[in-house]
């Protein structure tokens, strides 16, 4: 199972930015997509975004022109730019990768928390 370690999550106003990341164990090439979900407290997770293999990336309507996914393979890295941020993104944000079977790994990191307040 890869291992996920998620980053780069903290404390920001309404309206600011944030740029989490997410290393992978072994080589995100060999995936047929990498997410992001979130989990707000009393929620449950949802998928956030998707970058396929190919590039293609898939928002949800919530976070559509705010959100910004995007990875290095060489990296075995994949980043997601968070602007305009509202206080309803508050959330444990958590990376995930899809296998060539079209299922999510179970073997969830620890996630990194965002909280937007003034």
């Known amino acids: 199972q890869v291992q996920l370690v998620e980053s780069g999550g903290g404390l920001v106003q309404p309206g600011g930015s944030l740029r989490l990341s997410c290393v992978a164990s072994?080589?995100?090439?060999?995936?047929?997509?990498m997410g992001w979900y979130r989990q707000a407290p009393g929620k449950q997770r949802e998928l956030v975004t998707t970058?396929?293999?190919?590039?293609?990336?898939n928002y949800a309507d919530s976070v559509k022109g705010r959100f910004t996914i995007s990875k290095d393979n060489a990296k075995n890295t994949v980043y997601l730019q968070m602007n305009s941020l509202k206080a309803e993104d508050t959330a444990v944000y958590y990376c995930?990768?899809?296998?060539?079977?079209?299922?999510?790994?179970?073997?969830w990191g620890q996630g990194t928390q965002v909280t937007v307040s003034s």
């Open positions: 995930n990768v899809r296998y060539g079977d079209g299922t999510w790994s179970t073997n």
């Open positions: 072994g080589s995100i090439s060999s995936f047929t997509a």
């Open positions: 970058i396929s293999s190919g590039g293609f990336a």
